[in-house]
């Protein structure tokens, strides 16, 4: 099993480039989520969607846009990357039908911004 | 703004002690308090979680303690293992917004032999 699949695991991007990190899950969930880990702030959730066709803004969305392109597909843009979007990024799923269920992760993407 | 906080930011535990990590919520609409387990260029994975109905969980070497009253909630690994070495997340959500899991800063346990 699969699970959550993101790409690529590495990149390096110059200041006012753009690029889209891809995530894709084999679960059949409704909802998923791209978060950014920071040192010494957590896990911060930038975008989600609660299910095929549906975006939301979480708690650090600007500079970001994402798109839901089907069931298993969520994607995250930077339009034109700046340092303070050096970070990890991590994609996760979760089955929105029941509640308070299990997120589940990829592997990350690391991306620096120079 | 910071709706769940977590300390310590670092922890180092000789094997065979206890760790403890805390966290504390303001959010009284939270009603799922989970805990994530995150190695090295790994991403983080569900360790154990919680609900406000009971004050205590426990599977195997890890407990999570709840305090309602308090707002607060903790993590303890007994029997603590060099495996265990790990960067540790506490999370909160409340069911009916869309289940967005909300975490805390994180803990770096070190367990050294």
């Known amino acids: 099993n699969a699970g959550v699949t993101q790409t690529p695991k590495f990149q390096v991007l110059k200041t006012g480039q753009s690029m889209t990190l891809q995530c894709a899950q084999d679960?059949?969930?409704?909802?998923m989520y791209w978060y950014r880990q920071d040192p010494g702030m957590g896990l911060r959730l930038i975008y989600y969607?609660?299910?095929?066709?549906?975006?939301d803004k979480g708690e650090v969305p600007n500079g970001y846009n994402v798109s839901r392109l089907n069931k298993r597909e969520f994607s995250l843009r930077l339009e034109s990357a700046a340092p303070s979007q050096t970070s990890v990024y991590f994609c996760?799923?979760?089955?929105?039908?029941?509640?308070?269920?299990?997120?589940?992760f990829g592997q990350g993407t690391r991306l620096t911004v120079v | 703004q910071q709706q769940v906080k977590q300390s310590p930011q670092s922890l180092i535990v000789q094997k065979g002690g206890i760790s403890i990590i805390n966290c504390a919520y303001e959010?009284?609409?939270?009603?799922?308090f989970p805990w994530y387990q995150q190695f090295p260029g790994k991403g983080p994975a569900l360790l154990i979680a919680?609900?406000?109905?009971?004050s205590e969980k426990k599977e195997g070497r890890f407990t999570i303690s709840f305090n309602k009253s308090a707002k607060q909630f903790s993590l303890h690994i007994m029997d603590s293992q060099p495996g265990d070495s790990a960067t540790y997340f506490c999370?909160?959500?409340?069911?009916?917004?869309?289940?967005?899991?909300?975490f805390g800063t994180g803990t770096r346990l070190q367990v050294f032999p």
């Open positions: 996760a799923s979760s089955d929105a039908g029941a509640p308070n269920t299990e997120a589940f």
């Open positions: 679960m059949n969930h409704n909802s």
């Open positions: 969607s609660a299910s095929e066709g549906t975006t």
């Open positions: 959010n009284t609409a939270f009603d799922y």
């Open positions: 919680i609900r406000p109905d009971v």
């Open positions: 999370a909160a959500s409340s069911w009916g917004s869309t289940d967005k899991l909300i």
